[in-house]
Structure formats: C-alpha cells, structure tokens
C-alpha cells in the first residue's frame, strides 16, 4: 500500500526552464514532507521539507508546495540546471517520525 | 563529521545464500533505518532500530532480519537469498532526539543475486 505516490517516473527539462515535480499522499496524518535528491552509485541527500501547518518553503532555486487539501505536494526549481539531473525522492513522515518514500521521478535537464 | 558508511559497496550471491550488510551512522546518531530501493518501488522500509531496539518493521519476510550494537552500528542479515532480493540497499541514520527530523542516507549496498 503506498502512501506516497509519485505518478511520474520521468521529467526532461529545457536547461533555464521550471521544472515541477509532483507528489501524492494518502495519509492525513503525515505532519512533514521532505525531497531527497539521488544521483546513480550515491546515496539520497536532503534537498528541502516542509511542515504540514506551512503551505510553502523556499531554499534558494528550489521552492516546495503544499496543499493539504489535495493531498499534494510539489517541488519547482527555478532556472533548471543540467546539475539537476537526478532522481528525486518524496517521502513524508508521520508523528511517529516513521518515513515513507514516493518511487521517484527521475529528472533530466537538457542543456 | 563523517557521515554514513555502508560497507560492502558491491555483493554477488547466489541464490539460498545468506548475506549481511553493515552500517555505521553518523556519530551521536542512535537511529538506524534500512531500506530497499528496486526499480519502479522506490524505498521501501526495512526496519528502523533505536538504542539496540527495532523500533519499526516494514513489510518484509522473516528472511530480513537485523539489529543494533552499543556503539549504534547495525547489521542486516538476509537469508535464503532469492533472485527478487537484488537491490540497492540503504541505511540511514537519524539523531532522534524527540522531535522532527530527517534522515541521513550512506551511499548503499548493491547486493546482486545470482
């Protein structure tokens, strides 16, 4: 049963564009998201979270969204850069600070 | 600070087969988590364990087992290999201390059955 759903396994970006990556959840008691970034032969390193009572938080070219009536989560970089390319992770965590990961959407940032 | 070592990088086995994998977290942390990450299931929760304590279990056959020493090292064992046990495996360590927090991931195990 997956509570974290990323529905798009792959994104190719013009290099300088948006790139929106997207993710569901089903769990109404999660209270934190979190992106992890992956490159291949690497393990994932944190990228940005957010706490369930904010409905937005920016680090720099990442910004993260959330909308918990959806149950939506969504990550924008902005300008893309080809260092972007990696597979990045949703997870979110519930009050127990039990993790649960999303499959991934792999992102290419094409020069 | 060093940050979190798995050792081996690479395994080969064959199938009925057991394996063990190591972890050490980054210091001062006393959670250890493990994952199996597959094509197309992204990470899926092992077990976590906490002060020598599984603390959480994931939904995997008895075969996966582990544990957690005094110095907040893990192991996990994996016996009676199957073929569908290639994976990338994952450990990931977290402070722990009471409130929110994230987890620190090693670079993995690659564990290919043969």
């Known amino acids: 049963d997956q509570q974290v759903k990323q529905n798009s396994p792959s994104l190719s970006v013009q290099e300088g564009r948006i790139s929106i990556l997207n993710c569901d959840y089903t769990n109404s008691m999660f209270d934190y998201f979190l992106w992890y970034k992956k490159y291949p032969a690497e393990g994932p390193t944190f990228l940005i979270s957010i706490s369930s009572i904010k409905d937005k938080n920016e680090d720099g070219r990442f910004t993260v969204f959330l909308n918990k009536s959806a149950k939506h989560l969504s990550l924008h970089i902005v300008p893309s850069q080809p260092g972007d390319s990696a597979v990045y992770f949703c997870?979110?965590?519930?009050?127990?600070?039990?993790?649960?990961f999303g499959t991934g959407t792999s992102l290419t940032v094409i020069p | 600070k060093a940050g979190v070592t798995q050792t081996p990088r690479y395994l080969i086995k064959t199938r009925g087969q057991q394996v063990t994998l190591s972890c050490s977290p980054i210091?001062?942390?006393?959670?250890v988590s493990w994952y199996q990450q597959t094509p197309g299931q992204g990470l899926q929760f092992l077990f976590e364990?906490?002060?020598?304590?599984?603390?959480n279990k994931g939904n995997f056959p008895g075969r996966f087992s582990g544990r957690q020493f005094s110095n907040s090292r893990s192991e996990m064992n994996v016996s009676t290999l199957e073929l569908g046990d290639s994976a990338l495996y994952l450990c990931?360590?977290?402070?722990?201390?009471?409130?929110?927090?994230?987890?620190?991931f090693g670079s993995g195990t690659q564990l290919s059955v043969l």
């Open positions: 210091s001062g942390h006393r959670s």
């Open positions: 997870a979110a965590s519930d009050p127990g600070n039990q993790f649960y």
């Open positions: 990931a360590s977290s402070p722990r201390t009471g409130s929110v927090e994230k987890l620190f």
């Open positions: 364990y906490f002060s020598e304590t599984q603390r």
